[in-house]
Structure formats: structure tokens, C-alpha cells
């Protein structure tokens, strides 16, 4: 067997079991017409929340709410108790509220990482060119980036990618409505068992 | 002078106004009331109403508002059904509770959650107006000419966590319960109010079911 065989094999397993993704093929755009903007999260109001981790199931209200202060994320069950209370600045998110049981730094960094993945407002991204069309990339922290993938159309955003210069770790799948606007997401974890689902809520008109 | 001492009796009046429920009155010697409507809950056996859920987010200034229907019967039998916006079924049967969603249901029994137990049991004593004699709340009673209001601060560790106060008022007419009101630590307020009560009519025991 050739000597370099083994780590060739050891790498696709890797590849395979850690979802290395295709980031290293973007290459920066010709054309930089495409910036990031309000067309690229979801937009403000109410959502059904469901959450599947491993076996459990959780449903809820998630309100998106635009301030002056920025987005801010509040869940409830169906009922009204109200477990967190998020607010999210461009790149920035803080705890307005958390039920004490619910406050562990894992917990508040999953679920503020993952909302703000879909519904935080964002500095300006890097314009990338890939096989889909065009990805906006904007940095996360020194490890991790936001991969907006809107393919030939700048404002037809399909799904938000978390992940590292070569490995994919979060991938959030948007549905748009008729007129192409994000209504629905979808979020689900590639490293461990985590799915969040975020489905728009038709308000009755007053 | 003059003016501090009347502003100052402004104070203390404002105050003293505060302190009670607009609108009603408390009720120091509250023993006579609390054999009335222990013997005013008994006499409901069932109850058909619709039920309108705003829940108040203090800090953002706004309201959710939710819909549906709710059934009771005696002894602890709850159905609560949310139809709009979204649609949500939560049953009591018992110790049995079924919680049901737009893609999954989920079974428990209370007898395993200390807080589910706690909250079903705070569900069905409200509705039943039973929870006079629950030693996790203290009871403040108040009346005005065609309702009581009972004002309950929970005391017991579970529930402590979560409120820091839940309100119920009461029709005299008929002692069925109008509105619930559950105060938040954080400040926010779920008002559950039902309209087009039936008491006593006939509830079928197949919207129970927890299967």
C-alpha cells in the first residue's frame, strides 16, 4: 500500500464524520454589487420555535423584535412563561433574560449563536463567488465565519452556513415566501444531535 | 410649611390608593367568603368556554396575543386548546398530562417532575377554584359589586422560581372563573380571560383522552 494511502484515508474519514465543506473553493467575486443586508435574516415577528436535542422536544413562541438598540430574540412556551430574552447588535449578542436553570454558558452560546445565525443584523461580508452563485461571508471570531448562500440572484438567500475556514459546523436551510423574502429557517447542527425549526406565524389583521 | 405638609399628605394618600386593587376592596375577615366560594366551586362539575391568552412582554412594550377553547370536568380533567396563531393542545387527566404540537406529541406523568406536578396541580385547583386550600400560595381576598379577585404569592420553592404572583377573578353569579392572571419575576404578565362560559353542560370525557 503507497505510504500516503493511510492519511489519505484518515482524511476523508474526517472529512466525512466533521462535514468539511467546499469554503476553500470560494474565491473572492468579480463583482462586489451584492452587500449584506435586512434581506438576509429573518425578518421581525412572531415564529413557532420547535426544538429537537437528542430525544427531548421543546415548542414555543420566538418574537423577533426590532429596537433601537438592536434585535432582540424573546422565547416563550405556548403558554407565555418566558424562558430567555435575547438582544443581538451587529456582531454582538447579550442576555436581557434567562431562566436561572436555563443559564449555562453552553445553553446561552448555542441558542445566541444559532438565533443570531438567522435573525442578528451583520457588518458588511466578503463577497464570494462558488459553484452556487454568490456566498457573502462575514467573520464570526478569529475561528468561525457566516457563509450567506443567495446563489445567482444577491437577494434570493437559500441558507446560512457557521463553520470554520474548511468545516461546516451549523447549517440553517431558509424557505422564502412568495414575494422571496425569508420566512422560515431551519437550523441543525452537524456535530451533535440539535435541530431548531423557526416557521413564520400568520398574524391576524386587526 | 403648609404646602410641604399637604404634599406630603398627597404622598401617603397616593400611596395608601396604590396599595389597593382599583376598583376593589379587601377583605380582612375573609373566612365567611372562602366557605362561599368553596361551596360555589363544588357546584361546577364542568365547564365549555372560549379563552383568549395576551401575554405582556414588559420590556418590549408588546403583546402576544393567542386563541382557543377550554374544557374542564371534574375531578382534575383539563383541556387546554390553542387554535390561533399557532396550534397547540395541552390535556390533563390525572397525573397524566399530553402536550401536543404542530409535529409531535409528548407524554408525562406528574408523579416523575416535581414541577410539572406543581404547575398541573396550580392549572386545575385555579380552574376549579379550589386553590384557596393549596398551602403553596398565601391568599389575599378582594371583592368589588360583581367579582372576587384572589391574590396569590407563591410561597412554595418550585413555583417561587417562577412567579411572583398569580391573580384570579372570580364571577360572583356563578363563581366560575373570568380571568387568570400569572406575574413573571421578570415582570411579564399572561392574562388568560374566557367568554362564552357553559357550566355544567355536557363535556364529552374523549377530549381528555391522553393516548
Known amino acids: 500500500m503507497a505510504r500516503w494511502t493511510i492519511p489519505f484515508l484518515a482524511l476523508i474519514s474526517l472529512c466525512t464524520a466533521t462535514s468539511c465543506s467546499s469554503y476553500r473553493a470560494l474565491k473572492p467575486a468579480t463583482s462586489t454589487t451584492c452587500t449584506l443586508s435586512d434581506v438576509h435574516r429573518l425578518p421581525q415577528g412572531q415564529y413557532v420555535m420547535q426544538i429537537d436535542i437528542f430525544n427531548k422536544h421543546i415548542s414555543g413562541l420566538m418574537l423577533f423584535k426590532e429596537t433601537p438598540t438592536g434585535t432582540r430574540a424573546v422565547f416563550t412556551n405556548e403558554m407565555g412563561f418566558k424562558f430567555f430574552d435575547f438582544e443581538f447588535g451587529k456582531d454582538s449578542a447579550r442576555t436581557v433574560f434567562i431562566l436561572p436553570r436555563m443559564n449555562k454558558k453552553l445553553i446561552v452560546q448555542t441558542f445566541q449563536n444559532d438565533l443570531g445565525m438567522v435573525a442578528a443584523p451583520r457588518k458588511q461580508a466578503d463577497v464570494l463567488q462558488g459553484k452556487e452563485g454568490t456566498v457573502l461571508r462575514s467573520k464570526l471570531n478569529e475561528k468561525d465565519f457566516l457563509y450567506h448562500y443567495t446563489g445567482a440572484d444577491c437577494n434570493a438567500l437559500t441558507r446560512i452556513e457557521r463553520g470554520g475556514k474548511a468545516k461546516r459546523k451549523v447549517v440553517a436551510t431558509i424557505e422564502r415566501d412568495a414575494q422571496g423574502k425569508p420566512f422560515n429557517a431551519t437550523i441543525k447542527h452537524k456535530l451533535f444531535n440539535f435541530k431548531i425549526k423557526l416557521t413564520k406565524v400568520e398574524e391576524e389583521a386587526n | ?211
Open chain 2, 1 to 211: 410649611m403648609k404646602n410641604t405638609a399637604f404634599l406630603f399628605l398627597l404622598t401617603i394618600l397616593a400611596y395608601t390608593t396604590q396599595a389597593q386593587r382599583a376598583g376593589f376592596t379587601y377583605i380582612k375577615d375573609d373566612a365567611a367568603v372562602r366557605q362561599k366560594l368553596s361551596a360555589g366551586s363544588k357546584a361546577i362539575n364542568a365547564i365549555k368556554a372560549d379563552f383568549t391568552q395576551e401575554k405582556e412582554l414588559s420590556m418590549l412594550s408588546e403583546k402576544i396575543t393567542s386563541k382557543g377553547a377550554f374544557f374542564f370536568k371534574k375531578e382534575n380533567k383539563v383541556r387546554l386548546e390553542y387554535k390561533t396563531p399557532f396550534k397547540y393542545l395541552m390535556v390533563i387527566n390525572g397525573s397524566k398530562v399530553l402536550i401536543k404540537d404542530d409535529s409531535k406529541s409528548t407524554k408525562y406523568d406528574t408523579h416523575n417532575n416535581k414541577i410539572f406536578k406543581q404547575v398541573n396541580d396550580l392549572i386545575v385547583s385555579s380552574v376549579q377554584g379550589t386553590i384557596l386550600n393549596s398551602p403553596d400560595f398565601k391568599v389575599k381576598i378582594y371583592e368589588s359589586s360583581g367579582q372576587y379577585l384572589l391574590e396569590m404569592v407563591p410561597v412554595a420553592k418550585g413555583l417561587k422560581e417562577f412567579f411572583s404572583g398569580i391573580n384570579i377573578l372570580i364571577d360572583k353569579k356563578d363563581y366560575s372563573v373570568s380571568r387568570l392572571e400569572m406575574v413573571e419575576l421578570s415582570g411579564d404578565k399572561t392574562i388568560i380571560s374566557f367568554s362564552n362560559k357553559e357550566l355544567n353542560g355536557k363535556v364529552d370525557d374523549t377530549l381528555f383522552s391522553t393516548n
